[in-house]
């Protein structure tokens, strides 16, 4: 899947080497959604960070490693689709 400049999309969505700055942390309206997108600001994501999708796993794609600021960090797709990053 292509980026284009200024699109917003999930971070779970992204292949690697793709990433934007990140411009929301959703808490939808789905199960553990709320407790999920406060473990992610727990471990570091925020918004205005940079986060960059770096490796998916070989086998269903999930989990994926992503570069959030100087850290490095692995997640499930679904936690990553609670992220919406801006393209640059």
């Known amino acids: 899947m292509l980026q284009q400049t200024g699109e ?9 080497g793709q990433g ?9 309206d789905t199960p553990n959604a709320a407790e999920n997108a406060e473990r992610l600001r727990e471990l570091g994501f925020a918004e205005e960070l940079d986060a960059t999708v770096l490796h998916q796993s070989p ?4 989990p994926i490693v992503v570069a959030v600021g100087s850290m490095t960090v692995a997640l499930r797709r679904a936690e990553a689709n609670l992220i919406v990053v801006k393209s640059q």
């Open 59 to 62: 086998f269903g794609r999930d």
């Open 8 to 16: 917003t999309m999930r971070l779970g969505t992204l292949a690697p």
């Open 20 to 28: 934007g700055r990140i411009v929301a942390i959703e808490e939808a």
